[in-house]
């Protein structure tokens, strides 16, 4: 009878602890990877390193660094440039493609795979593509003059002034099939006799669009945000493989500026500084857009 | 089979919500328990107390004279079916019946033989092996009750079992049920909204409303002496009509009148007249119910207070037809008998059976008499 | 009005088309590239098929293209990728399969906070830890190695497969589990014979996200991983930027496609599921 009353509670004990038990390493992990690395580069940053890490606090030595070097204002501004048509043209070309999707198209499962095979891909062959495309002596430039127009140039790659549009073009090619397919999902996602009720007031079709589908991705378009300007501010591998920053800095990104500084440069403060620069501006900009969803989700 | 006795238990969830606060309930051996209330009173919450699948924050819990407090789901000797059925969507019927019994590590034979006794009690041998989703909801509910019925536990745990089925196969599985713990003596914790169920199934009722058992005890007593307005109003269908009304002192008689728009009658109350004296002049709360307001022929009892009515609406139910009227400004449900009713617009003679008539206090909704 | 139908119809169709050709230009420039002799690259039209088919540039984008010092081609780096990309995501979906397990159906005190401080694993830019990181893999002498690279892609990763189960998960009812705990199931039973059965789909998103993501990853493989160790997709930067001798555009593409092949591969055989892993990653817990 004791016998299995204390079986009994070992039952009731390990099912207590087991799943506290099984979730630690991964919290552990998390605290020690996530929470304590983001503590340990931003220690960095308050501090003197170069070649070798270095513990002492400098205060903001760094950061005066950071922000006295032109070329850190360079990459922000690309990034601004980039960040902002990435996102405007991957929204615009997404949704465009998912209404016209929307439309009771015959072959809508082949054109869906051809249009989200890119995020399939890796930047790194999608820059490699693009810049053998975008190459002015062999490229769409030559296509161009061979059929005639010889005075056609198409040079961003090589141009300092245009150089991060190129970025653009590739960019959006790789994720607004992605865009696409998330929209087709909410517009898919709509009831029926929402449309229905609609059509019996008499609304045309754009307008049902318009007015009524639209409107109600609400949720759908700041998961959307939230995915570019992800991306877009991480974005490193598609520059790196596209122009490589190119030509000399033009159209370098923050990501790169850190990579170069953290790692081939030997100025570790800096890598540091720009880092923690870059963690801010994606909490300034995803903290907003979390809390403007989770209030539309509240709404609907 | 056991007893289950259920001391002070009390129940605060980790945001801080006190869901139950002391409950007290026993039960003896065989009996079968109802649990009814409105939605969010924590019927659930004391079920899976009971079964240990939630912790309790203070009290006891006992089964068959022994805490199990501590104990694990698995330790308690308990079967439980779940409002949702919870059939493991992965394995077959028979698997499901046999999955407790294959972790007590019952020999195999066993596990057959049970299997089959079980599948033949409930008629769903032919469904042995097929998987829940290929399956009807009435018969996913039988293959519930035959999980738990395959492991013969000290106690069988239902939270609203019958609640997902249509209106014909809930009235069918009900009988069922009655039958299966008239022959297995079974003790039986009944979780339900439907109160209809709750007055046929139970030899006890426990009615609860904000973590607080608000009464316990037979159906019948229930039925017939509320402890308080809201018990009175929750058991019944339809429910008992309160109708807002001043106690009144007419000769040796104390009443309480009653108008509508033809002018107002006094009826007189046989209850203890020490108790209603302290209440005249004031406003009560008369209740009554509709089948103790009816026609002369069904009242079939002479001396009874009579008042002529104006009515507003008729309702036919077929075996009786439910006549509504309006006193003291509150609709009032009088059941009568389909021949006898009148038509609405028409005046009819209402016989008062106030025998059986409650009074509360208006302020605090308790009983007067 | 039926006349207008059909031009507005076509007019979509026309457009639809057009957005196809789009997506499809690089692809197919890729592919005929790869099998054109740099005369045929030099002379004719990009967007022409090549005048005489070769597959001279596989083989040399295989096994003797030059990546930095080292002209090996692309084989060596492509079974590095394997042998990064299958350990750390059988390892990474096992451990957010059981911390989803754990998060949606054994939530307790401080659980739904603890989930919620593993998630902003997913916002963060890895910029912010890779220093770090360097410093670590150095100490536990995993730096350069393909191990190194299974450690950073497992513990990076867990926070999005963890997301993943955990969603899936929260849409079983936990009635199922309470049912499991009261026939006398424990946690390992109730998991292994409950929950997986039914986890099929879901482990089929997260294999194919992470699978894709691994594969795909450039920026860990840069910082954490040179010479001989390094995966595909660095491999195959090293050798379109080597600036050295004559600019080979065949062979990069066919290394290219090389490089995009599993994925590529992936998706066609299981794109259903490569949609939904995108969407499900996209929807925040
Ligand atoms: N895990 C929890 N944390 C906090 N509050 C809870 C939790 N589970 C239940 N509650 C709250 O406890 C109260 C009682 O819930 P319970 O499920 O026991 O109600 P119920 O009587 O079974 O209702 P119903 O008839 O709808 O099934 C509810 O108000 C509910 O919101
Ligand atoms: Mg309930």
């Known amino acids: 009878m004791s016998g299995s009353s204390s079986q009994g509670s070992l039952h009731a004990l390990a099912d207590r602890w087991l799943p506290k038990l099984v979730l630690s390493p991964t919290l552990a992990a998390s605290l020690i990877f996530v929470y304590g690395f983001i503590a340990w580069t931003g220690w960095l940053s308050f501090t003197e390193s170069r070649l070798m890490p270095r513990y002492e606090w400098a205060g903001f030595v760094q950061y005066q660094a950071l922000f006295e070097n032109e070329r850190w204002w360079t990459t922000a501004a690309n990034l601004g440039i980039f960040g902002g048509l990435f996102i405007l043209f991957c929204l615009l070309v997404g949704l465009l493609m998912a209404v016209l999707l929307d439309q009771k198209i015959r072959a809508e499962g082949a054109l869906r795979t051809v249009y989200l095979y890119p995020m399939a891909l890796s930047f790194v062959v999608t820059g490699t593509a693009w810049k053998w495309m975008l190459n002015p002596d062999m490229g769409l430039q030559k296509v161009v003059v061979d059929l005639g127009f010889t005075d056609f140039t198409f040079d961003w790659l090589v141009n300092p002034d245009m150089a991060i549009y190129t970025v653009v073009i590739a ?47 609400r949720p759908v378009f700041f998961s959307v945000l939230l995915i570019l300007s992800h991306i877009a501010i991480k974005s490193f591998d598609l520059v790196m493989a596209l122009t490589g920053g190119g030509p000399g800095n033009s159209s370098d990104v923050p990501a790169i500026f850190m990579y170069q500084f953290a790692f081939t440069r030997g100025q570790l403060g800096v890598g540091a500084a720009s880092a923690m620069m870059m963690l801010i501006t994606i909490v300034a900009v995803l903290v907003p857009l979390m809390y403007m969803e989770t209030r539309s989700a509240k709404r609907v | 089979m056991a007893a289950l006795s259920i001391n002070n238990v009390c129940k605060t969830y980790a945001n801080g919500t006190d869901v139950l606060k002391g409950i007290n309930i026993a039960i003896g051996d065989g009996e079968f328990l109802i649990l ?51 059939l493991y969507p992965s394995m077959t019927v028979r698997e499901n019946i046999s999955f407790g019994l294959e972790i007590r590590k019952t020999p195999r034979a066993e596990i057959d033989a049970t299997v089959k006794r079980v599948a033949e009690m409930l008629q769903i041998t032919h469904l042995l092996e097929r998987k829940p989703g290929q399956m009807s909801g009435g018969q996913r509910q039988r293959v519930a009750m035959g999980r738990a019925l395959a492991r013969n536990p000290a106690i069988f745990l239902f939270d609203e079992p019958l609640s997902n089925l249509d209106a014909k196969l809930r ?14 003596k079974s003790t039986i914790v009944y979780v339900t909204h439907d109160q209809i169920e709750a007055m046929t199934l139970g030899d006890k009722i426990a009615v609860m409303k904000d973590g607080i058992v608000q009464q316990f ?26 109708i807002p009304a001043t106690v009144v002192q007419s000769g040796s008689d104390i009443g309480v009148k009653i108008c509508d728009d033809n002018g107002c009658v006094v009826l007189p109350l046989p209850h203890d007249k020490a108790k209603l004296a302290a209440f ?18 069904t009242a079939h009892r002479d001396g009874l207070p009579v008042m002529a009515c104006h009515i507003d609406v008729i309702e036919p139910t077929g075996p009786d037809t439910l006549v509504f009227v309006s006193l003291n400004n509150t609709k009032v449900c009088c059941r009568t008998h389909p021949t006898e009713a009148k038509y609405p617009g028409e005046s009819m003679e209402l016989v008062f059976d106030v025998s059986k008539a409650v009074l509360f206090d208006p302020a605090t909704e308790a009983r007067i008499v | 009005m039926f006349k207008n139908l059909t031009v507005g119809r076509a007019l979509v169709y026309a457009a639809l088309l057009l957005m196809a050709i789009y997506y499809l230009l690089p692809l197919y420039v890729m592919l005929t590239t790869s099998f054109k002799s740099l005369d045929d690259i030099r002379e004719g039209n990009m967007l022409a098929l090549p005048q005489l088919w070769q597959g001279g540039a596989w083989s040399k984008a295989w096994a003797e293209a030059c990546t930095g010092v080292e002209c090996n081609g692309m084989q060596g780096f492509f079974w590095n990728s394997i042998k990064m990309t299958l350990p750390a995501v059988a390892i990474s979906t096992l451990l957010g399969a059981v911390n989803g397990y754990v998060v949606s159906m054994w939530r307790f005190k401080g659980s739904d906070a603890l989930f919620t401080m593993l998630l902003v694993g997913c916002f963060i830019p890895f910029q912010v830890v890779l220093l770090p990181m360097a410093q670590l893999l150095g100490l536990l002498g995993l730096a350069n190695t393909t191990a190194g690279l299974v450690l950073v892609h497992v513990v990076y990763g867990t926070a999005f497969t963890t997301l993943f189960f955990r969603n899936f998960y929260i849409t079983v009812p936990d009635e199922l589990v309470k049912a499991a705990r009261i026939d006398g199931a424990g946690f390992w039973t109730i998991f292994l014979r409950i929950l997986l059965p039914i986890s099929g789909p879901i482990f089929v998103v997260c294999i194919i996200w992470q699978f894709t993501q691994i594969w795909n990853d450039f920026l860990f493989g840069v910082v954490f991983a040179a010479g001989e160790s390094q995966p595909i997709t660095v491999a195959l930067n090293n050798l379109v930027n080597t600036s050295t001798g004559v600019k080979e555009y065949n062979v990069d593409m066919a290394a290219a496609i090389i490089a995009a092949l599993p994925t590529l591969f992936v998706y066609m055989v299981a794109g259903r599921y490569f949609v939904r892993g995108l969407t499900a990653g996209a929807v925040k817990g």
């Open chain 2, 36 to 86: 009814v209330g409105p939605s969010g009173c924590g019927k659930s919450t004391l079920l899976n107390m009971i079964a240990g699948l939630d912790d309790i924050s203070s009290g006891d819990i006992a089964i068959g004279n022994k805490r199990v407090n501590e104990l694990s789901p698995k330790d308690r000797d308990i079967a439980m079916v779940f409002q949702s059925y919870a």
């Open chain 2, 217 to 242: 005890g037979s159906p019948q007593d229930i039925y017939d002496n509320p402890a308080n307005l809201f018990v009175a109003g929750f058991i019944g269908s339809p429910s008992m009509n309160f």
């Open chain 2, 280 to 297: 005249v002049g004031k406003e009560v709360i008369f209740g009554i119910r509709p089948e103790q307001i009816t026609d002369a022929r």
């Open chain 2, 171 to 184: 009235v069918e599985m009900r009988t069922e049920i009655k039958l299966m713990h008239q022959r297995l």
């Open chain 1, 171 to 217: 960019g959006v090619w790789q994720s607004s099939g992605f865009v696409m397919a998330l929209f087709l999902a909410g517009l898919r996602g709509i009831d029926d006799s929402i449309i229905k009720a609609a059509q019996v007031d008499g609304a045309s079709l754009p307008t049902i669009y318009r007015r009524i589908l639209i409107p109600s991705l």
